[in-house]
Every structure is written in structure tokens, then in C-alpha cells.
């Protein structure tokens, strides 16, 4: 963080732009992950080879690098390997083991990934910072959070949903001829009419009016074929994730690296939607054991390497999502590990069946001199369609024309069809990060970091979730309008899509990171001190004030990313979990309950440990500042647990341990209530979290043997352990 530096508290105007130099850059290790380093720089401090095994990529790279930084620079001296594979089965370790690439033909990609690093730190810690505190002047509380990619992105999801609201529906007329044929054919003419006197000129010049019939100008029947969906990429299968069972991105993301981990996928954070021989002959030999799998009885012979799938031209560093040659027993993963992996199964076999096959048919029909069209196919072979069985709306409407001959004079009938335009659609996440998506067509990040985007977005609450469609809030539309719609480059997409195809250039040597660091510098000297003039008018900060601050009756409300924040008359805070039960607060929930003391109604969709489903009345406990479940029956009050700060720790009693964790920090740890037969309370874990350990001996604890003894309790604050003290 910048307190590391020997420079001014960037949280001040004085302190900014924080600009340190990127050869000096300081790097430490996260809090609860010291020991394991140490182990890890033990191990390359004291080795003769080192053989760099981390993910073969951008990421990987950067990761091995930074660890090296911490490590003696006599380090640097020892020959470095690089082990590259795509997948964690037995076979492929081997292989890549027995085929070691020296160090150097990789680094590129670390030159580029810590490029996006620094670049990304540095864009992070200079526009946080000066945007919280112009706002702060604005009377709006909290940190606002920007960054290289994430900004220019709430930018999509904001001019998306304005082109919504802005949208104005507007008539048009198109033209149609309905065949008076068994069956009937709709013929379509191809333009859209916008002016009413266009559209008139048009229907009186062909005399539209009175016609009855048409004559056929052109038939061309054509057999054409339709090979099976490409393999999935990373965004290819976050998008039908998305789009097939509503998950979010980043739980797509989570489960395919769990199938890698298991040894089941190959390689999840890909952008290739090829594969090579190597792992096509793999496919090939398993072919029969994946049939098998998935109880299929076709012929799949089309076992020959085909472009659309393999080209070992095309794959540079990592291939599709593919099964591994170790299939799993499907009773053993969960109900969505079992639908990621079937769908890259099935997506995969596929390519070994024939092609669908059918006959394309376009007829040209002729209604006084003005030209309609019909096309209709017909399934000749349903190939790799009939293989497995497809969701409805994944199926093509076949339409079937019955014999035209040109020449033909065919009774019909000319109608004038009024239509209306449609607004954009809003963005969900697949159609946002997915394959083809806007991320993507932007180029903005990289496959591999644009669900975590769209998690940061919605976590510091500039976007939100609705019916799997991703929508701005107040605060989005905030930091849209002083960024990109202040004309200032920090929120345009445009922008970070050229630092994002200079970065690619860097791995591949035609660029630097020297060139690109020192754009970036320039780009924040000139920004940050533009802003420090800037006087930061917006019309949407009452909206946020409005929007995330309610005041009910004694109790002022403060809608935070996971919790409502409130305030009482004395000045007092304390937080209402928004997760309660399984069951999402709403705001208007928590209005209630703290204007009533309990819900009108009983709230649906509340689950028991056991996770079965029950209704309750929630009711709020102005002494303990709790929200409990109440039944009307029993009378029954079960306590929601609130979170109390204890010096630089944020502490959650639950049932059987206190979850613990430092404030700022992600990652929590744990206290079991009961250390060797003893129950601890919440007073000795202020005491252990305030002052390291406690003053007295504490009594009552019981050894393994079974012997009762004393001991001063102490608190590790890096293995994050409470020890005992003799």
C-alpha cells in the first residue's frame, strides 16, 4: 500500500498523484499466506534447477516473478526452467516434465502481465483517492473505488441502460404477400419504411391495391451443410452458463477450476476455441470410453483432424476447454459441476459427428415489378443434431415451401404490415464478458479477469443484479457522469482497449513495458491535477444520496455492497446483514422493521441450517440491535448475529466460533468457542484481539490425558492461531 513509500498520505490532496517509480515498486506478502511463502522461498533459495510450474500464463508468470523478488538476487543466477501444460492429468505432467522450455521464452508474458499490474495499482491509488475526496466535499460518505478496466466498463453498463430509458419506439411499415397456397408461404419484401410517403409512393406506383396474384422469377434449391457449435473458449462457455441456468460469471469461473483441479478439464482461462493434434489424437483414442459416458450409441466417424476445431497454427498458448482423458463418476460432483462438465463433453464429442445436412430453398416472387422473397430448409440428415438432445429454443425453425417453378402465376394477397421498433436489449453478464461479448469486442481485460470486473462493480455497488440482467445504480451513473461524461478518458472504454492492445504487444517483444509504464504516468499527472480543479457537479448525487441514505424515524439507513449500515439518535452504529437466513433484505424490509419493530407479513424463502425452507416474521431488538426470526405460534426469537469492531478487527459470533477478520482486509479466520474444553466469550477475544494476549490466567482448560490445567492465552497474529502460554 502507499504508507510503504516515503511519501505524503495519498488520502490528502498534498499526497497525489502518487506516482512511485515502477523499478523501485514494493512488493510484500498478503497477510495469512507468510508461512507458506517461506516455505516456497526456502525451496528456491536452496535448489541447483528451478523449474517455473505455475499456470502456464499472463498471470502465471507474474506470479513466479514477484515471488522471485522477495528471494536472494543470487537467485536469478540459477538456470530456470519452464514447465507449460493445459491439463493436470498424470500423462500430461509427465510429458511436460520430459519437454522442460528454458525460462526465457515465457518472460515476455510476465513483462506484460506486471505491466497491466502496475499499471492497474497505479490507476487505482491515484483515482480512489482524489474521487472519494472531491466527494467527500459533495457530503457523500464511503470509498469510491476506480479503476483501469472496471471504470470504463460501469461506462457500458450505464450508457447501455440510458439507451433503454432514452429509447423512443417508433412505427414502420414493411410489406408482405401471403400465398394463397396449401400451405400458405409468406413472402417478405426486404425494406423498412420509415416515411409515410415513401411507403405510399411504393404501394400506389406497383398497384399493391388491387393485386391478386404473382408471378415466381427465381427458385434455387441448394444442399448445404452445418457443422457442429466450436468448442468453448473461457467466455464461449461463461455466456451459455449465463444464458442456459442464469449463472454468474465468476460461479461459472469457479467450477471449471474446481473440474481442472479434479483433473477433468483441460486448462480453464482460454480464449481458443481450437485444439491441436496433440490433444486431438487424445480425443480420439477416448472417443469410445466418452460415448460410453454419455450413453451414445450413433456412429461418430469423422475422427479426422477438421480446421474448424484443430489447427496447431492457430493455438498459441492454450487450446479449448476439453475433457481430459480421466472421466469422472458423475454421483461424485455437485448438481452444476455435473452441468459445466457435461456441457464441455458434449460440446466436444459433437465434433466427431457428421454435419447436419439440408436443402436451402429461395424463391423469388414478383408482384408488379416488385420483388418478395421466401426461403424454407428441409433436414435431408440431422448428423450431429441427433446425437444428444437439444433444449427447444436451441433448435432452428424449419420452414417447408411447397414446389414453385418460375413462370408461375401464384394467387396472393399484398398486405401492409405496421411494426415497431424495439429498445436495445440490457446487458447480463454473459452478453458483457461471454464470447463475442461487449467485453470482448472492446477488448476490454482479458478473459480471465472480466468476470472478476463484473464481481468488483457489483460488490462496491455500481451495478447490481436484476432477473439476470446487469443494471446500473445511482452510484454507476455517478461515477459515469464524472468520468466519461466529463469528457475525461479514465471512465472510456475506448482507451483502455489501446492500453490493452499495446500490453498484448508487449509479450510478444514488439513493445515495452518502460513505454507503456511511462504513458501511464504522464496520463495520471495530468489527470489527477486536472481534477484538483475540477468542481465535481453532478445531477446524480442527490440521486445517490437518495438512493443509498433513508432516514426512519430515530434511525438513519446507509445501504452499503453486503450490509445496511445504521445510525441511531445517539450517534451509535451497528450493521443488518443483507444475507439473513438465505433470504436477501431489501430495503424496504429494513425500513419496516425498524419503524415497526416487525414485519406486517411473514417473509417466504427463509432456510434453516438444515437448509430446509420455512416462513417467518422478522422482528428488529431495539436493545441487542438484532434482527431475530419470530413465529407467531412459539414466540420464538432466533437472533440474526451482528458484526462488532474490535480495534482493526471486525468480529461475527456464531454458533460455534467467532469469525474474525481485519478491517479491509478479504480474507477472515476463525476462533473455536471451545479450546480444550473450555468455552471462551467474547470478552477474552477483544482481549486477545486488542492487546496480544490475556492478562490473566485462564482457567478450566483439560488436556488430551485428561487433565485439568491453566494457561495465558495468546494470540499469533501470523498464523492467526490462539497458543496457549505456560
Not at 168 to 187: D, G, L, Q, S, W
Not at 261 to 267: H, M
Not at 501 to 520: H, P
Not at 562 to 577: G, L, N, P, R, Y
Request: aromatic content about 10%; glycine content about 6%; overall charge neutral.
Amino acid at each position: 500500500m502507499p504508507e510503504a513509500y516515503d511519501v505524503k498520505n495519498t488520502w490528502t490532496y498534498d499526497g497525489l498523484p502518487f506516482l512511485p517509480d515502477a523499478k523501485t515498486m514494493k512488493y510484500e506478502v498478503s497477510d495469512g499466506k507468510q508461512k507458506q511463502f517461506k516455505v516456497v522461498k526456502e525451496a528456491i533459495e536452496g535448489a541447483s534447477t528451478v523449474v517455473v510450474a505455475t499456470d502456464p500464463d499472463r498471470e502465471g508468470e507474474n506470479i513466479f516473478y514477484n515471488i522471485m523478488k522477495l528471494c536472494k538476487s543470487s537467485t536469478y543466477q540459477k538456470p530456470m526452467k519452464r514447465l507449460w501444460i493445459n491439463s493436470l492429468t498424470d500423462k500430461e505432467i509427465i510429458r511436460g516434465f520430459s519437454n522442460l522450455r528454458d525460462a526465457k521464452e515465457t518472460i515476455g508474458y510476465f513483462y506484460e502481465a506486471n505491466s497491466r499490474q502496475i499499471g492497474d495499482y497505479l490507476v487505482g491509488m491515484n483515482a480512489s483517492p482524489m474521487y472519494t475526496l472531491k466527494l467527500k466535499e459533495k457530503g457523500l460518505t464511503g470509498v469510491y473505488s476506480l479503476g483501469r478496466v472496471q471504470t470504463p466498463v460501469n461506462t457500458l453498463i450505464v450508457e447501455n441502460d440510458l439507451a433503454i430509458k432514452n429509447f423512443k419506439p417508433e412505427n414502420y411499415k414493411v410489406i408482405e404477400c401471403e400465398t394463397e397456397t396449401t400451405p400458405k408461404v409468406v413472402f417478405k419484401n426486404k425494406t423498412e419504411y420509415f416515411d409515410d410517403n415513401e411507403f405510399q409512393e411504393v404501394w400506389e406506383k406497383h398497384r399493391l391495391e388491387e393485386a391478386k396474384s404473382g408471378q415466381i422469377k427465381n427458385v434455387e434449391v441448394s444442399e448445404k451443410q452445418q457443422q457442429s457449435p466450436k468448442l468453448f473458449s473461457l467466455g464461449g462457455l461463461q455466456r451459455y452458463a449465463n444464458s442456459r441456468w442464469k449463472y454468474p460469471t465468476k460461479k461459472t469461473d469457479g467450477l471449471i477450476q474446481e473440474l481442472y483441479q479434479k483433473g477433468y478439464l483441460s486448462y480453464p482461462r482460454t480464449d481458443s476455441e481450437l485444439i491441436t493434434t496433440n490433444e486431438h489424437a487424445y480425443l480420439v483414442a477416448n472417443l469410445e470410453a466418452y460415448k460410453s459416458f454419455l450413453n451414445i450409441t450413433q456412429e461418430l466417424p469423422n475422427t479426422a483432424p477438421n480446421k474448424r476445431y484443430v489447427d496447431d497454427n492457430k493455438v498459441l498458448e492454450h487450446y479449448a476447454l476439453i475433457p481430459t482423458e480421466k472421466i469422472p463418476n458423475l454421483e461424485s460432483l455437485s448438481a452444476d459441476e455435473k452441468n459445466i462438465y457435461l456441457a464441455v463433453m458434449e460440446r466436444t464429442i459433437l465434433m466427431f459427428a457428421k454435419p447436419y445436412v439440408y436443402e436451402n430453398t429461395k424463391v423469388e416472387l414478383d408482384v408488379n415489378g416488385l420483388a418478395f422473397h421466401a426461403i424454407g430448409n428441409v433436414p435431408k440428415e440431422m448428423g450431429w443434431k441427433s446425437v444428444l438432445s437439444f433444449d427447444e429454443d436451441e433448435k432452428e425453425e424449419e420452414a417447408k415451401l411447397p414446389p414453385f417453378e418460375v413462370g408461375e402465376v401464384v394467387p396472393s394477397m399484398v398486405k401492409k404490415i405496421v411494426k415497431v421498433t424495439k429498445p436495445p436489449k440490457q446487458l447480463t453478464e454473459g452478453t458483457l464478458v461471454g464470447k463475442g461479448g461487449l467485453m470482448d469486442k472492446l477488448n476490454l481485460g482479458t478473459p480471465a479477469t472480466r468476470s472478476s470486473v463484473i464481481e468488483t462493480l457489483l460488490n462496491r455497488g455500481y451495478a447490481k443484479i436484476e432477473k439476470n440482467k446487469i443494471v446500473p445504480t445511482a452510484k454507476g451513473y455517478l461515477l459515469w457522469d464524472l468520468t466519461k461524461n466529463k469528457n475525461l478518458l479514465i471512465g472510456d472504454p475506448e482507451m483502455t482497449a489501446k492500453w490493452e492492445e499495446y500490453l498484448s504487444k508487449i509479450s510478444k517483444g514488439e513493445g515495452t513495458q518502460e513505454s507503456f509504464l511511462n504513458n501511464i504516468y504522464k496520463f495520471l499527472d495530468s489527470m489527477i491535477n486536472q481534477l484538483k480543479e475540477m468542481d465535481f457537479e453532478s445531477q446524480y448525487i442527490r440521486e445517490q444520496v437518495e438512493a443509498t441514505t433513508k432516514r426512519v424515524g430515530d434511525y438513519t439507513i446507509n445501504e452499503k455492497a453486503k450490509v445496511f449500515e445504521v445510525t441511531d439518535a445517539e450517534s451509535h452504529q451497528f450493521v443488518i446483514f443483507k444475507e439473513f437466513s438465505g433470504k436477501k433484505l431489501t430495503l424496504k424490509l429494513v425500513e419496516e422493521l425498524l419503524a415497526n419493530g416487525k414485519t406486517k407479513n411473514p417473509v417466504k424463502g427463509l432456510k434453516s441450517k438444515s437448509g430446509k425452507t420455512y416462513e417467518a416474521h422478522l422482528v428488529f431488538d431495539r436493545d441487542s440491535k438484532k434482527v431475530k426470526v419470530h413465529f407467531e405460534n412459539s414466540g420464538t426469537d432466533r437472533p440474526q448475529a451482528t458484526v462488532k469492531t474490535v480495534g482493526d478487527y471486525e468480529v461475527l459470533e456464531k454458533a460455534k466460533v467467532f469469525e474474525v477478520k481485519k478491517s479491509g482486509a478479504d480474507e477472515s479466520f476463525i476462533f473455536f468457542k471451545s479450546i480444550s474444553g473450555k468455552e471462551i466469550d467474547q470478552k477474552i477475544v477483544d482481549e486477545l484481539l486488542l492487546t496480544g494476549q490475556t492478562t490473566d490466567k485462564v482457567t478450566g482448560f483439560t488436556s488430551k490425558a485428561g487433565k485439568k490445567f491453566d494457561a495465558t492465552l495468546k494470540f499469533n497474529s501470523n498464523s492467526k492461531k490462539i497458543e496457549f502460554v505456560f
